[in-house]
């Protein structure tokens, strides 16, 4: 009858291998999550992010401050905005000659090229 006689050893035994086992499956799972977990790429897209913003925000300045040809086939300029609204201001001293003016230059900016002649029949 030697089962019978530690009864409360073999308890703390049970639940010390219990414990053990857990705080054993504990550690492993804490490893795979450190071996699996993908590296960070916040730093990397931060940095990148900032030089994109950079490089849009200097190519706004310069279409922003600068003379330019927005289509040199009809002679569409691109003037800075400063003194677009200094020109905007005057020219609408008078709105009827400026209402006349702004649809004259849209209709040549929009105008469509001409059409291109026909190919003759070879058969004519």
């Known amino acids: ?4 006689c530690c009864p409360k050893t073999r ?15 504990a ?8 071996y699996t977990q993908a590296p960070s ?3 990397t897209r931060a940095a990148e992010r900032a030089a ?14 600068e003379y330019g040809y927005v289509d040199v086939a009809k002679s569409v300029v691109r003037i800075p905005v400063a003194r677009a609204m200094e020109l905007t201001v005057r020219e609408w001293q008078n709105p009827a000659a400026a ?15 001409p059409k291109a002649p026909e190919k003759p029949s070879i058969y004519e």
Request: glycine share 2%.
């Open 1 to 4: 009858m030697p089962n019978e």
């Open 11 to 25: 308890t703390a035994i049970t639940v010390a291998v219990v414990v053990a086992t857990f705080l054993i499956m």
């Open 27 to 34: 550690g492993l799972v804490k490893l795979m999550i450190a």
């Open 41 to 43: 790429t916040t730093a």
């Open 52 to 65: 994109n913003f950079k490089q849009y925000q200097n190519e706004n300045d310069k279409l922003r401050d």
């Open 99 to 113: 209402r006349s003016n702004l649809i004259a230059r849209v209709e040549k900016a929009t105008a469509l090229p």
